[in-house]
């Protein structure tokens, strides 16, 4: 999983380096879908519960599971794009979120502490704490900052499937829920939004957008916790 996440990383970045003004969300996916089997891996989304594609792309309001489609990438549209790869066996996950062009303002604001909520997530994500804990820290940070927790929607187990329990949710209490263990590989993945928590889906079936259509944010890392530690296993 250590050799699969460095992979996603590295795919991740290319992707991202592609989004610009002027093009297609799909061509994004057939992107990733092309490195992720020059990398002899295979896609972790395609064909799951029937979804359409290798990577999710969700725009602006849009939070998760955008279906790629042939919409053009506008300048100051904020742009995330969430990817599983399965490789030897094995599963591992990531999302990041970026604006296309120039982004100013709260839009940017809400990028950049969606991405912090996530490095505290992180840093509380250690043997002898619980998922409570990093719920907790993730949810504070987001309140702090003036932004809402989306609800119904959170990271998870991952290894030989790409879902698997616990639930690894973005708000909790300290010292409740299961204790982080050694062994344990999990996603945690925070998503605010400028607006409320609430949100509906889009009418094709599969994007989770905000209620008010407000925008959204959204990162993700796969970490392992180790004897010597715990270990993001999907970044550069």
């Known amino acids: 999983m250590r050799e ?10 290319s992707v991202k380096e592609k989004a610009l003004p002027g093009v297609s969300t799909l061509s994004l ?13 295979k896609p972790s989304f395609k064909g799951y519960n029937n979804f359409p ?21 506008r300048e100051g549209d904020i ?17 990041v979120t970026f604006p296309v062009g120039k982004v100013e303002g709260e839009p ?23 998922l409570g804990d990093v719920g907790n820290t993730i949810s504070r940070h987001a309140q702090k900052a003036g932004f809402s927790v989306i609800e119904g929607l959170c990271g998870h187990g ?3 499937d790409v879902h698997e329990e616990p639930q690894v949710l973005n708000e909790g209490k300290r010292g409740k829920g299961i204790k982080i263990q050694k062994g344990m590989v999990f996603c945690i ?12 889906k889009e009418k094709d079936g599969e994007a989770i957008r905000t209620y008010d259509d407000s925008l959204s ?7 392992a916790i180790t004897e010597k530690g715990t270990v993001v296993l999907t970044k550069l």
């Open 4 to 13: 699969g996440g460095e992979i996603l990383a590295e795919i991740m970045e």
């Open 29 to 41: 996916n057939d992107y990733a879908e092309k490195l992720i089997f020059q990398k002899k891996g």
């Open 53 to 73: 594609a290798a990577l999710c792309v969700s725009i602006n309001e849009t939070i998760v599971h955008g279906i790629p489609s042939s919409y053009l990438l």
């Open 79 to 95: 742009v995330s794009l969430d990817l599983g790869f399965f490789y030897k066996g094995f599963h591992t996950d990531m999302a």
């Open 108 to 130: 940017l604001r809400l990028i950049r502490e969606t991405k912090k909520a996530l490095k505290r997530g992180i840093k509380k994500s250690v043997e002898g704490n619980t």
């Open 158 to 160: 991952i290894g030989k």
């Open 189 to 200: 993945e925070p998503m605010l939004s400028l607006g409320g928590e609430k949100i509906k």
């Open 217 to 223: 944010s959204h990162f993700e890392h796969t970490l």
